[in-house]
């Protein structure tokens, strides 16, 4: 079955429904039937309608048009909500303002929601680096100053697990259509104790991004093969072809510009930086017989120390003399927005804003010269039972990074003694996390990416304005991330980004020079095995089988 007919098969498209909906006309069809066709072809043209908006390739989304969005997708909110019925109502919001994203979307997708209930949002505005240690604060400190939290799946275990947020009420799960979920996002993700907390606005992977042109380059490939490289030229399907190809395209010109192989970020970005050594890990620590690739299960032994990661940690080294020359000073907002989507670069990891922002923004130069695939592969892979590198009889070992599960909206429980103020909170969530609403921002620069089966259908991400070849490589590496028998699944366990943190703060040391690669993973190991003591080891163990199922 080829991708397209994959996809397509997942949910009903525009072609389907109308097909339906003229067999219906067709048999004279009345009550419920015509009712229920009437409402799916509703909701399909409301789809086409606000995919148009601006349309891809038609300049960067505005603050009109986020509204106008919002507007359109207020009918399951009314569905639920009396006009005027949160009147005086005051809700604070924290979350992101990475790139301009996050938050100044949810601010436009609201104001039509504040304008119909009657309530009023204020708002936290954080940057990425900032938020774990503002986020900790108000954990460590019990002092929660917020009704509405964007948040990510791994901090439920600091979170949900202490009593600080709100069980998300049965109509809240039905107005959002929350089976609607790609099975990696079901729970237990959003959920603790059974319990359901998050509405999903966003699923994570990493993928691997490359350029085109480079790789279909006929004087790089002379190139190539004159400097006696194994193999064709071409994209790099394995961490050691990646590692080769880098080191070659040092001192290398394309189109009268310097050439660069992969791209590193070894910047610390507030834990969110390790997520990048992670996806150069997976495929070296992450075996397919072991669930496990950051701690021992039965433990919490730290494996940061291991060979599949110091290998990892040795090819950043290896690597940086051949990329940019201030890379050592690059953050991942570096390396995705200011370097690759600028034209520097052929190769990054990163979540799958790249791929909309390349097609849906003013600032991108590459959107006609990205491909997509899953994260590279290993030749080996370390095993961590036997202490061996095994090479696999099905080829290289793939361990696709499904970093950070996504952002969810979460209402706190200090709305819980005030039921209007409850309501309003999670119908603000509610309208956020929207089905239609969702695809609208998939498509878009947002700071989100897939995460429904809904999402999965290329008509309408042809409709939009997406070039098929383009849309159907995007989206295969997304899919083929979360569903790959082999993904590497962080834990949602207490401390997680406390334990990234700690890993940036000494990578930093090694990637300067100032510690050899197993020495640096050797402290970063002490570090963990101290913070884990801290916490309570026999609880985190429970923590970390429970969250890898």
């Not at 194994?230 to 394995?238: L, M, Y």
């Not at 090694?510 to 197993?518: D, L, M, P, R």
Request: aromatic content about 12%; glycine content about 10%.
């Amino acid at each position: 079955m080829n991708q397209h007919d994959q996809y397509q098969g997942t949910g009903p498209n525009r072609r389907s429904v109308l097909k339906g909906a003229a067999g219906a006309a067709a048999l004279g069809t009345t009550g419920a039937l015509g009712a229920l066709t009437e409402r799916a072809l509703a909701q399909d043209n409301l789809r086409a309608r606000i995919l148009q908006i601006p349309g891809v390739g038609k300049g960067a989304p505005t603050d009109a048009d986020w509204q106008k969005v919002g507007e359109l997708c207020l009918e399951p909110t009314k569905a639920n909500v009396k006009e005027g019925e949160f009147k005086g109502v005051e809700l604070s919001f924290m979350g992101l303002n990475n790139q301009n994203l996050h938050n100044l979307l949810f601010r436009g997708f609201l104001k039509p929601w504040e304008a119909y209930t009657g309530a009023k949002i204020s708002w936290i505005d954080l940057a990425q680096a900032d938020y774990n240690p503002r986020l900790q604060q108000a954990i460590a400190t019990g002092t929660v100053d917020f009704d509405i939290l964007e948040m990510g799946a791994p901090f439920e275990g600091d979170v949900c697990g202490k009593g600080l947020a709100s069980e998300m009420p049965d109509w809240v799960k039905k107005q959002i259509d929350i089976d609607d979920y790609v099975d990696y996002l079901k729970p237990p993700v959003g959920t603790w104790n059974g319990k359901t907390y998050r509405v999903t606005i966003d699923g994570d992977c990493h993928n691997f991004n490359y350029r085109t042109d480079y790789f279909s380059d006929p004087a790089l490939a002379k190139a190539w093969k004159d400097a006696g490289n194994q193999g064709e030229w071409g994209v790099p399907k394995t961490w050691q072809q990646v590692q080769a190809v880098t080191k070659f395209l040092k001192g290398k010109k394309i189109k009268g510009q310097n050439a660069f192989g992969y791209l590193d970020a070894p910047k610390p970005w507030g834990g969110f930086g390790f997520y990048f050594l992670g996806s150069r890990a997976s495929a070296y620590a992450k075996h397919p017989d072991d669930k496990a690739w950051l701690f021992d299960v039965d433990t919490m032994k730290p494996r940061i120390n291991n060979p599949g990661w110091v290998r990892a940690i040795q090819d950043v080294i290896d690597a940086l003399p051949s990329e940019p020359a201030d890379q050592l000073n690059a953050d991942p907002n570096t390396t995705g927005f200011q370097q690759f989507l600028a034209g520097i670069g052929s190769m990054i990891p990163w979540w799958g804003d790249i791929g909309q922002v390349a097609k849906a923004s003013d600032t991108s130069v590459v959107g006609d010269i990205v491909g997509f695939d899953i994260l590279p592969g290993s030749d080996d892979v370390y095993n961590a039972k036997t202490g061996n590198w095994d090479k696999l009889a099905s080829g290289p070992n793939h361990a696709p990074n499904c970093a950070y599960l996504g952002w969810g909206v979460y209402v706190m429980a200090r709305v819980a003694g005030d039921e209007r103020k409850h309501k309003a909170a999670w119908s603000a969530a509610a309208h956020l996390g929207g089905k239609d609403l969702s695809l609208w921002t998939v498509m878009y620069p947002s700071g989100f990416q897939v995460h429904r089966t809904s999402h999965s259908s290329i008509d309408e991400w042809v409709a939009a304005g997406y070039d098929r070849k383009y849309i159907t490589s995007y989206l295969n590496s997304q899919f083929s991330s979360y569903n790959h028998p082999n993904r590497a699944v962080e834990p949602r366990i207490p401390g997680i980004f406390q334990y990234y943190s700690i890993a940036e703060d000494e990578l930093t040391k090694i990637f300067a020079g100032k510690a050899s690669a197993q020495a640096g993973a050797d402290n970063i190991a002490a570090a963990w095995e101290k913070l884990t003591d801290q916490i309570g080891r026999e609880k985190q163990i429970a923590l970390y089988k429970a969250s890898l199922g």
